[in-house]
């Protein structure tokens, strides 16, 4: 089983940066992916981004992409979100979660999940 906790969340004002992490721990395996989610009060969990926890693959919803990058860290066992240019709208409570890959279009869906952190609030001023 794998425990994922993650931690840098925080308040910040429009276009600016915050990098998540989440510390890996457990069995976790080369073909595992790491995604990460976001979730608002009254509203389903939503897919920002997943990396590939063996390198190479990363994948990024319309509204992040070319702000927001993935990366993990296989020797610290640790997964980063770095986010930039950050805007009100990305005010939420980010999630990192772990499965093992078996499909590409598994990884977009919260419900493919079975191993989720606690969360982390991030908080974007206008």
């Known amino acids: 089983q794998v425990q994922l906790v993650e931690s840098g969340g925080g308040l910040v004002q429009a276009g600016g940066s915050l990098r998540l992490s989440c510390a890996v721990s457990?069995?976790?395996?080369?073909?595992?992916?790491i995604g990460w989610f976001r979730q608002t009060p009254g509203k389903e969990r939503e897919f920002v981004a997943a990396?590939?926890?063996?390198?190479?693959?990363?994948y990024y919803s319309r509204s992040v992409k070319g702000r927001f990058t993935a990366t993990r860290d296989n020797a610290k066992n640790t997964a980063s979100l770095q986010m930039n240019s950050l805007k009100p709208e990305d005010t939420a409570v980010y999630f990192c979660?772990?499965?093992?890959?078996?499909?590409?279009?598994?990884?977009?869906?919260?419900?493919?999940?079975?191993?989720w952190g606690p969360g982390t609030q991030v908080t974007v001023s206008s």
């Open positions: 979660a772990a499965v093992p890959y078996s499909d590409v279009s598994g990884i977009f869906s919260s419900r493919t999940y079975g191993s």
């Open positions: 457990g069995r976790i395996f080369s073909n595992y992916v």
């Open positions: 990396i590939r926890w063996s390198g190479g693959a990363d």
